[in-house]
């Protein structure tokens, strides 16, 4: 088979399918050493091929057509769910649990299993390599529930970086909000921000000063915060928004127009029955339908404690003879 010629003035397969949001860069090199990816009919052996805006560009047969202008999604990954499209053990995933109407996805990072919280999805996969880079530098912001006893002073030895079994970990930022002891120890609620996002980069660290992650929320990734999100829910990042907080990160020619989503969330019922593989539903014991949790504003954040005014002294009342 002839090899394809080379396009000078083109870009490189794997980027161009992944503006287009077949993968990310790092997968479509994958599909392209099982043989999967095509150019003009040819099926490619090797991703340092450029292609040009005329090239028809395929994958397991299918047309990927021309990349569309990039769209960002706020989702709030419940527990109980791992973040990939294929899970070789049969356990369900983020992208099962999405609503309908979505555009085909991938995440901006990952959580795992366990984790819960601010999960970005985007049709863009370059936007997606570009925000995972630890070079973006991208503050993450996590609500983390522990078991075990810790002080400030010891939090903050993390500023400084920590290895933990031969890996380097950057400044991390955390603050002790609250302390409680229960009937089977103590338990803290401490808030993380750190800018790596390792894998299992928190547990891994609070781990190493005796303390046993057993929640983990994240609240913000960038400018993008959980804020009320409900558990399950999918949230469109307009337009304007993509163009004033993701300029140099997505190409000039992917960047959207207008100022309106164009996705519609579905009912609040719909989204706790998917979200039911995680934690969002709660049941009964009648054997009634399970209702959905609740979560109120500011439900994630450390509550702060009221101010006491000082008690003014009434006079007292007379009573009537």
Do not use: C
């Amino acid at each position: 088979m002839a090899p394809i010629a080379p396009v000078h003035d083109g870009e490189r397969i794997a980027k161009a399918l992944a503006r287009a949001g077949v993968a990310s860069r790092r997968d479509i090199e994958r599909l392209i050493e099982m043989g999967r990816v095509a150019v003009n009919g040819q099926v490619l052996a090797t991703p340092a091929v450029k292609v040009g805006a005329g090239d028809i560009l395929t994958v397991d047969g299918a047309v990927v057509n021309a990349a569309e202008p990039t769209r960002v999604f706020r989702y709030h990954k419940p527990a109980g769910l791992v973040t990939t499209h294929k899970d070789p053990k049969g356990r369900p995933t983020v992208f099962d649990a999405l609503p309908p109407g979505l555009p085909r996805v991938i995440s901006i990072g990952r959580l795992d299993l366990s984790s819960e919280g601010l999960l970005l999805l985007t049709t863009d996969g370059g936007l997606s390599r570009a925000l995972e880079l630890p070079s973006s530098a991208w503050v993450r912001r996590y609500r983390v529930r522990a078991l075990g006893r810790i002080d400030q002073a010891r939090l903050d030895t993390l500023k400084d970086g920590i290895t933990v079994e031969g890996v380097r970990y950057g400044a991390i930022e955390a603050t002790l909000d609250k302390a409680k002891e229960g009937p089977t120890g103590a338990n803290v609620w401490i808030t993380v921000t750190l800018t790596e996002g390792k894998n299992r980069e928190i547990r891994r660290v609070l781990e190493t000063l005796g303390l046993a992650v057993n929640r983990l929320i994240r609240l913000a990734y960038g400018p993008f915060a959980l804020g009320t999100l409900a558990p399950g829910a999918v949230e469109e990042v307009g337009p304007r928004v993509i163009r004033e907080q993701l300029v140099g990160l997505v190409a000039p020619a992917n960047m959207p127009i207008g100022d309106r989503a164009a996705f519609k969330p579905p009912s609040p019922v719909g989204l706790a029955r998917r979200a039911a593989g995680g934690k969002a539903m709660q049941g009964n014991t009648r054997g009634e339908p399970a209702a959905p949790i609740t979560y109120k504003p500011g439900w994630a954040r450390p509550k702060k404690k009221p101010a006491v005014k000082p008690r003014a002294d009434k006079p007292r009342r007379r009573k009537p003879s």
